[in-house]
């Protein structure tokens, strides 16, 4: 069972009372039992994530990228708001911050349209491969956003990983494509949303930062459809079911990250997002008959190598500071 904060929790206030209370700063959790449970919240999440990802990559064809990008908004945000409904309490969707609130959203929707774009030609399996240097991302942005050394080992580790996306995009290698250039913004900004989902948690709802993250694709798929971007007039009963299942699942998904990055550092959850290509690959291949390259695959294996020594490092540091 998911635990909230304290003040969430109690009963005995009201709900105006609690939202008051997130006004003011909480501090960010960076302890042994939190970080487990952040840890084992965030791999159900990215299985959730994979699950709807596996339902874009099959709708984007017969619906079109705007359709997408609307279909997750209006989903998403009802999935996130039903989910308020249920605790009887709509005043979690509120935002404090919402200037930084507005700024996550807009970089969201543009990670999402990067993505979206590149399935057109890259297997999602590939995608992911290739998504893998975001964890690597998140590590070095974590010292100026939220204030972590960094030391030579994790230098070493990162510039390793690094590495591993040029096997991947190497001359001649399955990723050697410019639509691949879609991705690199795309995975840059997906770091500097999952770093900017724990610094407001420390006084924003996992509702509050899903629902309006999802809400930002809806403006967006429809400035796509007012520039003529392509997509059908009509969409098939089993595509209108693929893009409630997108938007319902990245709703779901990403409130659990949020629950998990409020409980657990970055050091301590960014890693596990290598999980998501043992489910990609497997449903790309059952689904989309996608089969991923050989040098992705081994581009991947050292991205994940350096990625995880980074988290082996991060638990000998706190247990020596312990």
Not at 107 to 123: C, D, I, K, T
Request: charged letters at 15%.
């Amino acid at each position: 069972m998911l635990r909230s904060a304290p003040h969430e929790a109690d009963p005995k206030l009201t709900p105006s009372a609690r939202l008051t209370l997130a006004a003011a700063p909480r501090a960010l959790r960076d302890n042994a039992a939190d970080s487990v449970r952040g840890i084992l919240i965030v791999v159900v999440a990215y299985i959730v994530l994979t699950a709807g990802d596996l339902a874009a990559k099959w709708a984007l064809v017969p619906a079109g990228v705007a359709a997408l990008m609307i279909g997750r908004g209006l989903a998403g945000a009802a999935t996130v708001g039903a989910l308020a409904v249920f605790e009887r309490d709509l005043k979690r969707l509120a935002p404090v911050r919402w200037k930084l609130i507005a700024v996550r959203s807009t970089l969201h929707a543009g990670v999402s349209l990067s993505w979206y774009l590149a399935w057109q030609v890259v297997p999602l399996a590939d995608s992911y491969a290739l998504g893998f240097t975001a964890p690597l991302i998140m590590t070095l942005l974590a010292v100026p956003m939220l204030g972590e050394r960094i030391r030579w080992r994790r230098i070493l580790s990162t510039l390793l990983g690094f590495s591993g996306v040029l096997l991947m995009v190497r001359p001649g290698s399955s990723l050697w494509q410019p639509t691949v250039l879609l991705l690199a913004p795309g995975i840059f900004f997906m770091a500097i949303t999952r770093i900017m989902t724990r610094q407001l948690s420390t006084t924003e709802t996992a509702e509050a930062l899903t629902f309006w993250l999802l809400i930002g694709h809806i403006p967006a798929g429809l400035l796509l459809l007012a520039a003529g971007f392509p997509g059908p007039s009509t969409l098939a009963a089993d595509v209108l079911f693929a893009l409630f299942l997108l938007g319902a699942l990245n709703g779901i998904a990403h409130w659990l990250m949020a629950r998990a990055y409020a409980l657990a550092p970055i050091g301590a959850v960014a890693p596990y997002e290598y999980t998501m290509l043992i489910w990609g690959a497997a449903g790309a291949y059952l689904l989309l008959g996608e089969v991923p390259g050989w040098d992705s695959m081994a581009g991947a294996a050292v991205v994940a190598a350096a990625g995880l020594y980074n988290l082996h490092r991060e638990r000998l540091r706190r247990a020596q500071a312990a």
